[in-house]
């Protein structure tokens, strides 16, 4: 089992930065592979960035490549996507997930633990 907890959400203007993190406990965080999605209102989850277990590939969706960076420290078990760039199209709940597979995949039925969410929301 992983637990998984995100942070680092909140309201800002285009244009702005912010940095999410996810917290992983219950296994050993440099066995999994991570993901970031997001939800946005009345749409479905989409995949939004991917890296696996030691850091070295990485995965993002065409919409925030360029923009986003997503990252990890092993030995603090967390996971990291710097926004940068932020359109108002980047808002909503952001996710992070684990997975056991090697290559980071961009499917959702690929990944076996998902946190909570955290909001964000970008204003024009």
């Known amino acids: 089992q992983v637990q998984l907890v995100e942070s680092g959400g909140g309201l800002v203007q285009a244009g702005d930065s912010l940095r999410l993190s996810c917290a992983a406990s219950g296994r050993t965080f440099s066995s999994v592979t991570m993901g970031w999605f997001r939800q946005a209102p009345g749409k479905e989850r989409e995949f939004v960035a991917a890296i696996n277990r030691n850091g070295a590939i990485t995965n993002y969706a065409d919409s925030v490549k360029g923009r986003f960076t997503i990252s990890r420290d092993n030995a603090k078990n967390t996971v990291y996507l710097q926004m940068n760039s932020l359109k108002p199209e980047d808002t909503a709940a952001y996710y992070c997930?684990?997975?056991?597979?090697?290559?980071?995949?961009?499917?959702?039925?690929?990944?076996?633990?998902w946190g909570q969410g955290t909001q964000v929301t970008v204003s024009s």
């Open positions: 997930a684990a997975q056991n597979s090697v290559l980071p995949s961009t499917r959702m039925g690929f990944y076996d633990y």
